[in-house]
């Protein structure tokens, strides 16, 4: 009975995950101006997404959640700014962080932020820039604007020179999240094999003496008569 609890537990393992990483893909509101360069087209759209350890909490307010981002990945048809080749900063200069509030669900739904190219950023050096916000109602795009500060080598570009060579554009409005559950995928057991039926031993048929005597005789017939026509 024992093993027969152990084999159901086993069966339904793979269908639970544990620790079960969220997704939250970003889809931003058309571009509708274009300030500066032709990098950028008319109806261009920002799509993203960050990827959490575990579900955001529902009802959030104004929560830094930057600890909880396992993987991130942004792009504006132009550039694409990721983990490992981007840095996230708050628009508002609280460093490092990715502020967010959530609704009932835990979907996000207030956000302000800067996407940058990688670090480090130097005085004059051209810097790329998302920046995404829904206190601002827009999504504003930057391609290769010279960096007029002077940043720390851990610290992204704090202003930006307008002006020279580059490309700029917005959204007119605020875009969207969705929750995508994630975690490890589901693979379903493998069907039970079942075993080969064992194929019944077939009897060997046997004669009776009767049978056994009625066909020596007719060995010795048909021997006999075979003999007179050879003679």
Same mark, same amino acid.
């Given at each position: 009975?024992?093993s027969?609890?152990?084999?159901?537990?086993?069966?339904?393992?793979?269908?639970?995950?544990?620790?079960?990483?969220?997704?939250?893909?970003?889809?931003? %509101? @058309? +571009?509708?101006?274009i300030?500066?360069?032709?990098?950028?087209?008319?109806?261009?759209?920002v799509?993203?997404?960050?990827?959490?350890?575990? @579900?955001?909490?529902?009802?959030? +307010?104004?929560?830094?959640?930057?600890?909880?981002?396992?993987?991130?990945?942004?792009?504006?048809?132009?550039?694409?700014v990721? %983990?490992?080749?981007?840095?996230?900063?708050?628009?508002?200069?609280?460093?490092?962080?990715?502020?967010? /509030?959530?609704?009932?669900?835990?979907?996000?739904v207030?956000?302000?932020?800067?996407?940058? /190219? !990688?670090?480090?950023?130097?005085h004059? %050096?051209?810097?790329?820039?998302?920046?995404?916000?829904? +206190?601002?109602?827009?999504?504003?795009?930057?391609?290769?604007?010279?960096?007029?500060?002077?940043?720390?080598a851990?610290?992204?570009?704090?202003?930006?020179?307008?002006?020279?060579?580059?490309?700029?554009?917005?959204?007119?409005?605020?875009?969207?999240?969705?929750?995508?559950?994630?975690?490890?995928?589901?693979?379903?057991?493998?069907?039970?094999?079942?075993?080969?039926?064992?194929?019944? !031993?077939? %009897? +060997? !048929?046997?004669?009776? !003496?009767?049978a056994?005597?009625?066909?020596?005789?007719?060995?010795?017939?048909?021997?006999?008569?075979?003999?007179?026509?050879?003679?």
């Amino acid at each position: 009975m024992a093993s027969g609890k152990l084999a159901a537990v086993l069966l339904f393992l793979p269908c639970f995950s544990f620790g079960q990483s969220t997704r939250y893909e970003y889809t931003g %509101a @058309p +571009v509708e101006r274009i300030d500066a360069g032709t990098a950028y087209v008319t109806g261009a759209v920002v799509t993203g997404f960050i990827e959490t350890t575990s @579900p955001l909490p529902a009802n959030l +307010v104004d929560v830094d959640i930057g600890a909880q981002i396992s993987d991130w990945s942004f792009n504006d048809t132009v550039n694409t700014v990721a %983990a490992g080749a981007g840095i996230f900063y708050d628009a508002l200069g609280a460093g490092p962080q990715l502020i967010v /509030s959530t609704d009932a669900t835990g979907n996000i739904v207030s956000w302000n932020f800067f996407l940058y /190219s !990688p670090l480090p950023h130097s005085h004059d %050096a051209p810097i790329d820039r998302m920046w995404l916000s829904f +206190v601002n109602s827009r999504d504003e795009l930057v391609n290769d604007a010279p960096c007029r500060s002077f940043p720390a080598a851990d610290t992204p570009c704090s202003s930006l020179l307008f002006g020279r060579g580059y490309s700029r554009a917005s959204s007119l409005a605020a875009g969207q999240w969705q929750i995508i559950p994630g975690g490890p995928p589901v693979v379903p057991p493998d069907p039970p094999v079942e075993p080969p039926v064992p194929l019944s !031993p077939r %009897a +060997v !048929p046997t004669l009776s !003496p009767a049978a056994i005597a009625l066909l020596v005789g007719l060995v010795c017939v048909l021997g006999g008569v075979r003999g007179r026509k050879l003679w």
